[in-house]
């Protein structure tokens, strides 16, 4: 039954492994692990299995089972003594060290249990203290991979000189536990290593297998009918199946690999590790001293460390291992290893074309020729050529057509099907160009050419590659200063890397965010912010694109005799058509320069319109449409804090423009991404409250148009910020004449809304249960950038408190209701009249007349409404108290050089409490900045 539920796949419904067992069964478990452990005899097939159920267990919930980690059997004890005992079958004590290094690591990272005296890893530490000499010569290897994998650094102080000699000799029964054992002390403490004892023996071993590795392979004895022949040694050859005539790497393929062979890949699979920890150390910025970069230069990303100096001899062994390693990857990817293998060898060349490892140990030379050219600057003028060219070697690499892929022989479409694999080299470019940041000021050569190069030509090819897509979001983040102040990747061609996020939303939007405020500059802001709300077009596009290209591929298919292509919809056809071309042009260009609204023209609008309604509503279309409302409060947050004023009220007019002119196919997009619009409108308003004057016209303009009065919450900001912001004492430039516009189109609207209102009422239907608005989708990612000072906080505007926006019944029993639009609308525009005649007292009769007639039409109200409008009557009878309560405004600093904040008075007992109250209790309540930048 423990066997069943351990086993059963979680995709059937039942209980999964580990989660699934219960207390009872866990205990059952570890108890019979416990009894066949104690067994000499019982160590067989039934001891295997029992173990292999405990490591499924202590890897699901290692953890978390408290069973387990009390250790209430003795369980690791008797683990350890298995592990230690030398006539144990090799795949016991493998099952043994894996459970016990999982149970270890959890005690020690647990305080209760690490302190404890009764834990089992407390009873360990004692026979762990041990040197490595005192154990048995069998088990030494088992022991030396406990401390590496399991237990702090510490505990291998007194394995140093044992794993030195293991490395520095001729004997390899120590040295596969000891290179892990090694580089777990690199990385963790490399002080613990000295020249003269640790680091010069291991260096010196180090170039002997790197350099001197045997060229042939292993001798092994064939059985014969009488008697063993002993098979003649073949050399180890190229990946295209040559002989080798230099000398070995990892990339060579040996028949049985020797020792030397084995410890000549572990030696390199160290470096790494090795160089940086020993030699390269994080570099501290200087005090009062001008940076790097103040300069023209990158910054240097770390100082030799320790005092060490790598030996020459090293250094060009490296070197030169690494550029055979580089030369031997580029022979790979260039076709040539399966081009020239013959059919006999079309197995060889398949398994070959497709393992990952040229490209992968190509990487790998590339960053540690980066780090020996940190150590070492002489070195990267004579680096510097060959890698220039190997870059534009991996650049021009092209897929074959697929014509050309017709009567190619097996080892061809073995190599044709590599090439055209998810990597295409795009983490080899760029670690070819992480190393022409850190190095190519030293040469004085301008790599804009390459990022030209990678992201206008070859990012965009290979943008549905999910690889490529995730690695080129980190060199942007990782690099972001150096790319910012040196070239203009993210100005230029900013336009490839929204591809990627359009075409992985979910997966690279963390990734994306952390870059995005480094795409919004004064140049490319207008442009960023026309991309993100056009996103899901982009998304729509790159679809269908994708299926046009599939149907063109099955149709080549269906001509050359192979299966017929799938049939394709008129409609989605009608999309691939020349008539939405400037459409795909626009949308998915590799270059930007294009900030022009698409939306406004009467030639274009229609064509947006059709091609929304015809594109498939995908879920990576739905995707984007959930991620699109948090990036924009990324975006604007950026602008609002660090954006020039002159800027942000040029931007001020397109956001009242696009805010009607959205992806209409989704609709809770528009209404996510409005919300978030309003909210930042009204920041802006906030920190620049002149443009209520300066853009006077394009306010009053959604007034008068009914049609603009489709988005509710814009039309509330507006009024709201009419009342709260046209105020000569906030505003110097505020005129009676623009008080008297503001009010005229206050009083036109309110009378609209008490014709709309009666109209309505009188043809008013049932009326359905109001169904909760769906909820405005936040995209709050832990890698986000954080800046320091400068953006407006929560307190710096002026909080709008919630009014509900259910319909409401008037008194118990009645059954006539009211639109929360409507009565929320009505509060405002009455609250922004009232204001406007406290400052220009000519229009308080005028204002007090409307208000009247709103009460005269009191069945058609809220009876909120009705008592807001009869207060605002009775205060404006009174215009020094009016003025007192509803427009009294201090005077702060401010980046404008004026600014305010309201005093309000909160005297429950008042007859006036609802007028005292906050002025702005109308509008919804949201935080500013819910994805907060600092």
């Known amino acids: 039954r423990t066997l069943h539920a351990m086993t059963t796949p979680a995709s059937s419904g039942k209980r999964v492994a580990g989660p699934g067992v219960d207390k009872e069964e866990t205990k059952v478990l570890i108890s019979r692990v416990s009894k066949v452990l104690a067994n000499n005899k019982a160590r067989g097939r039934e001891c295997l299995e029992a173990l292999r159920l405990l490591y499924l267990l202590v890897t699901a919930r290692g953890g978390k089972d408290k069973a387990i980690l009390h250790n209430k059997e003795g369980i690791l004890e008797k683990l350890f003594h298995v592990l230690m005992e ?120 180090l170039g002997e297998f790197l350099s001197r590795a045997s060229t042939v392979s292993e001798q ?95 250094q060009e062994i490296i070197v030169a291992y690494c550029l055979r390693v580089i030369d031997q990857a580029k022979g790979a990817t260039s076709g040539a290893a399966a081009a020239a293998a013959t059919e006999a060898d079309s197995s060889r060349a398949k398994s070959v074309t497709n393992d990952h490892m040229p490209l992968v140990a190509s990487v790998e030379a590339l960053r540690i020729l980066d780090l020996l050219c940190m150590i070492d600057r002489n070195l990267v003028t004579r680096l510097f050529p060959t890698l220039k060219k190997t870059f534009t070697i991996h650049l021009a690499h092209k897929d074959q057509p697929a014509q050309a892929r017709q009567g190619m022989s097996a080892a061809a479409q073995a190599q044709q099907h590599a090439s055209q694999h998810t990597q295409h080299h795009g983490h080899v470019l760029l670690a070819l160009l992480q190393f022409f940041v850190h190095h190519s000021h030293i040469v004085v050569y301008d790599p804009e050419p390459l990022f030209r190069s990678y992201f206008e030509t070859f990012l965009p090819q290979h943008c549905s590659v999910a690889l490529v897509a995730f690695e080129t979001l980190i060199f942007c983040s990782e690099n972001k200063e150096y790319l910012l102040q040196h070239t203009n990747v993210f100005t230029m061609y900013f336009p490839p890397l929204f591809k990627l996020l359009a075409w992985s939303p979910v997966s690279l939007v963390s990734e994306f965010t952390s870059i995005l405020p480094a795409l919004v500059s004064q140049a490319s802001s207008v442009e960023v912010l026309h991309t993100l709300l056009d996103l899901p077009l982009m998304a729509g596009a790159m679809e269908n694109l994708a299926r046009e290209q599939r149907r063109l591929a099955a149709t080549l298919a269906g001509a050359a005799g192979g299966p017929a292509p799938p049939t394709v919809d008129d409609e989605t056809h009608d999309l691939s058509s020349n008539t939405y071309r400037f459409l795909y042009n626009h949308l998915l260009r590799n270059e930007s320069g294009v900030s022009i609204n698409f939306w406004e023209a009467s030639t274009t609008l229609p064509l947006l319109q059709q091609f929304c309604k015809r594109t498939p509503v995908t879920p990576r279309v739905q995707s984007i449409c959930q991620i699109v409302p948090g990036l924009l409060e990324v975006y604007f947050d950026v602008v609002i804090a660090f954006g020039q004023p002159d800027h942000v009220r040029s931007l001020f007019p397109l956001l ?31 920190k620049y409250p002149s443009l209520m004057v300066s853009l006077r016209p394009t306010i009053l303009e959604i007034f008068r148009d009914p049609a603009r009065h489709s988005c509710k919450e814009l039309v509330v900001c507006l009024c709201w910020a009419v009342g709260e912001y046209t ?20 009083e036109l609207f309110a009378y609209e809304r008490m014709t709309t209102v009666k109209l309505a009422a009188a043809d008013l239907p049932p009326q359905e249960p109001s169904h909760p608005k769906e909820p405005l989708p936040r995209v709050v990612s832990p890698g986000a950038p954080h800046y320091p000072a400068g953006l407006p906080s929560a307190g710096t505007l002026p909080p709008m408190a919630s009014f509900d926006r259910t319909p409401e019944v008037l008194g118990p029993g009645a059954t006539k209701k009211f639109d929360a639009d409507t009565t929320r609308l009505m509060l405002v525009v009455i609250g922004a009249m009232a204001k406007l005649a406290t400052r220009w007292p000519s229009l308080a009769s005028r204002v007090a007349l409307c208000l009247l007639k709103v009460v005269n039409q009191h069945q058609y109200f809220h009876p909120s409404v009705l008592t807001r409008a009869n207060e605002c009557i009775a205060l404006l009878k009174f215009p020094s108290i009016a003025n007192a309560i509803l427009d009294t405004p201090q ?40 994805f907060v930048v600092h």
């Open 727 to 746: 105020s000569a004492e906030i505003v110097p430039d505020v005129t009676p004449a623009v008080w008297g516009e503001y009010h005229e189109a206050m």
């Open 891 to 930: 005077l702060v600093s401010r980046s404008e050089g004026y600014s305010y904040e309201r005093v309000h008075m909160n005297d429950k007992n008042s007859s006036l409490a609802f007028l005292l109250g906050p002025s702005d209790d109308s509008l919804s309540s949201t935080t500013l900045h819910p």
């Open 656 to 686: 009242l423009e696009r805010i009607f002119q959205l992806y209409s196919a989704h609709p809770p997009y528009a209404r996510w991404v409005q919300d978030v619009l309003v909210l930042k409108i009204q920041a802006i308003l906030h």
């Open 86 to 205: 030398i006539g144990t079958a090799p795949k016991i004590k493998y099952f043994c060290l894996f459970i016990l290094t999982k149970l270890i690591l959890h005690h020690i990272t647990q305080p209760s249990l690490s302190h404890s005296s009764s834990s089992g890893a407390h009873n360990l530490l004692p026979l762990l203290s041990r040197p490595l000499k005192q154990f048995d010569l069998q088990v030494q290897p088992y022991v030396l991979a406990l401390f590496a994998t399991a237990l702090p650094v510490d505990f291998m102080r007194n394995c140093l000189p044992t794993i030195v000699h293991s490395i520095s000799i001729q004997e390899g029964t120590l040295r596969p536990a000891s290179m892990p054992g090694l580089r777990n002390i690199v990385r963790s403490s490399p002080g613990m290593l000295t020249y003269s004892n640790h680091i010069k023996p291991i260096e010196s071993q």
């Open 220 to 314: 092994k004895a064939s059985a014969g009918l009488f008697f063993k022949l002993a098979a003649a040694p073949t050399p180890v050859t190229e990946l295209d199946g040559t002989v080798a005539k230099e000398f070995f790497t990892l990339l060579n393929i040996s028949q049985n690999y020797t020792e030397d062979q084995i410890f000549n890949i572990y030696s390199f699979s160290l470096l790494y590790d090795w160089l940086h920890g020993l030699y390269l150390a994080p570099k501290p910025a200087p005090p009062s001293t001008p940076s790097s970069s103040a300069v023209g230069l990158p910054s240097d990303p770390g100082v030799p460390a320790g005092g060490h100096v790598l030996s020459p001899g090293l």
